[in-house]
């Protein structure tokens, strides 16, 4: 045997997984395709938000959260409806994420120096019902060093484990094949690709220089989703949210590409909830790329008026920072605008310098750096945007900005092959909304979910900009945002019982088999249902990897 125990992606997952493992004395053999640079995977760009219930945090700000409450959310959202098939083992893994994010997650986590921002974040607001989708309270805490500070210990754990003798790094090696000899895991086979020195997060080369077989007592495969492999996406795309539009940016590197679940399935693994997946519509085009088609997503506040391709206002719960997978239908699946890719934000200066952040590591500099005084300074006491904001709103390709409303919608037209929005009928919709903002009652949605998130203190500190009118010229100029799909997540993927053994086409597990993190749909091949309340993806990367990695470390004691 070349090692206890083969781990299949050097991603947090995987790297968790080698931690639980090597912690115990075990031997791993921790084989990627991509070069050193990129230990720690997708998660490393990431924003860093974990879902966290009933926390020191939340109870500070006078957030009442429970397990009870969590776990109605957590029902509401995922919408099991498979539950004696594919979600017989995620319903049972999703209680067991919600207790362990209600219970040892966070102590868990400040144990390898993970602390988190005083505030805490409210994304995925919901559909409007209280049996449906959506977070009641929020929820969502933001690592200090966001998804790089999370990854950071475990990437520590694995080189002080490589000095140490218990883990090898196979860097370049790309997996082709598990072996699994009569019915169990018994190593992986694959090619060994030329160098790299390529920096983090750009695509590499995919030449081969030789072939490689590894053994071991057995095998986790933790080798992430589907989001840059767009032929993949729209091979499963659900026929509920329409067709896939032509063009949509990319919000994971290019080695997010999905190829280990058809590895796995001719392995003799169970694939299931294929069809659920996970894709932002507020994406914006990345003026300084990384990756092919890089895109960011806007993370916003609930203040910006959402129209459609044709200049109508989106219907609730169609609002930012509400229901994404809703919006997401809405705009692929309406007759009218479904042979259209975009959608637009209209907004104000004032907006946007309270509201509107942006996803990745790289474009929150101050958490990523835990740099307290600077956050302090620039988002809660500061003014004007965030820089990595300005930024877009100056050299982004999405971005336009007038002092009125007509200069507005000529530029936005500008940016489309065909002039499709009418200025009098957006002013018409804008100018109804604004008469809801002249007094504290409203029958607008909209503005009624601005003034419910403004009596949150964190909201209004730092996230909910001032109700006022889009058109009040002291509160501009105006700007107009082009809004893009950007691919993201697979919540399918292999099917895994509670100790994240991978299942057989039968439904029995494969020994010596394992699979954790997105590959296995966060566990047991499809954790959040239909739908996510975020926070929950690092997180499930977490749980499952370190569920894996202790179940591995039992049967190869």
Avoid at 132 to 150: K, L, M
Avoid at 228 to 240: D, G, K, L
Wanted: glycine content about 12%; aromatic content about 8%; charged content about 25%.
């Amino acid at each position: 045997m070349d090692a206890d125990v083969i781990v299949v992606g050097a991603g947090l997952a995987g790297l968790v997984a080698a931690h639980e493992l090597t912690s115990r004395g075990r031997r791993v053999a921790l084989v990627d395709q991509e070069n050193a640079a990129n230990l720690g995977g997708q998660a490393f760009w990431s924003f860093g938000g974990l879902f966290l219930v009933d926390s020191p945090e939340q109870r500070r700000l006078g957030i009442k959260d429970s397990f009870d409450l969590a776990w109605n959310d957590w029902q509401g959202s995922a919408q099991f409806d498979r539950i004696d098939d594919e979600d017989s083992w995620a319903v049972r893994w999703a209680r067991a994420y919600v207790e362990f994010a209600a219970g040892e997650k966070r102590s868990w986590l400040q144990g390898h120096g993970i602390s988190f921002l005083p505030t805490v974040g409210w994304p995925e607001r919901g559909d409007l019902r209280a049996d449906g989708h959506g977070n009641s309270v929020p929820r969502f805490h933001i690592a200090w060093g966001t998804g790089t500070g999370v990854v950071e210990p475990f990437v520590h754990h694995a080189r002080q484990a490589a000095r140490d003798g218990l883990l090898t790094f196979h860097h370049r090696h790309q997996v082709d094949e598990l072996v699994v000899q009569d019915g169990a895991a018994r190593g992986v086979r694959g090619t060994v690709l030329a160098e790299d020195h390529s920096p983090r997060g750009v695509a590499s080369n995919r030449e081969r220089v030789g072939d490689f077989e590894l053994t071991a007592q057995a095998v986790v495969v933790t080798t992430g989703g589907i989001g840059a492999n767009h032929e993949i996406v729209r091979r499963y795309w659900p026929e509920r949210l329409g067709t896939p539009p032509s063009d949509m940016v990319t919000g994971v590197p290019a080695y997010v590409d999905g190829r280990m679940l058809d590895i796995s399935a001719v392995a003799g693994v169970r694939l299931v909830n294929r069809d659920r997946m996970w894709h932002y519509t507020e994406g914006l085009q990345n003026w300084d790329p990384i990756w092919p088609g890089h895109g960011i997503r806007i993370l916003p506040g609930p203040s910006s008026m959402w129209f459609d391709a044709l200049g109508r206002r989106l219907p609730e719960p169609c609002l930012p920072g509400y229901d994404t997978l809703s919006t997401l239908k809405y705009l692929r699946t309406t007759e009218d605008i479904a042979e259209h890719d975009h959608s637009w934000f209209i907004l104000t200066q004032k907006i946007i310098e309270k509201e509107f952040a942006l996803s990745g590591s790289e474009q929150n500099p101050d958490i990523t750096a835990k740099d307290r005084a600077g956050f302090l300074k620039e988002r809660v006491l500061g003014k004007g945007a965030p820089g990595p904001v300005d930024a877009f709103l100056r050299k982004g390709a999405d971005f336009v900005s007038a002092p009125n409303l007509e200069q507005l919608v000529e530029k936005m037209n500008g940016l489309t092959d065909k002039a499709l929005l009418d200025a009098a009928e957006i002013r018409r919709q804008i100018e109804a909304r604004d008469l809801q903002i002249t007094n504290a009652y409203s029958k607008d949605a909209q503005v009624q979910g601005i003034r419910n998130a403004r009596r949150y203190i964190g909201d209004r500190l730092s996230r909910v900009a001032t109700p006022h009118r889009i058109l009040d010229p002291a509160a501009g100029p105006l700007i107009g945002v082009k809004l893009h799909t950007l691919t993201r997540k697979t919540l399918g993927g292999i099917q895994t019982d509670l100790d994240s053994r991978a299942l057989g086409a039968d439904g029995t597990p494969i020994d010596g088999l394992y699979a954790a993190g997105e590959v296995a749909g966060f566990g047991g091949g499809g954790v959040h249902g239909y739908n996510a309340l975020e926070g929950t993806f690092l997180g499930g990367c977490l749980f499952s990897g370190r569920t894996a990695g202790r179940a591995a470390a039992r049967q190869t004691a």
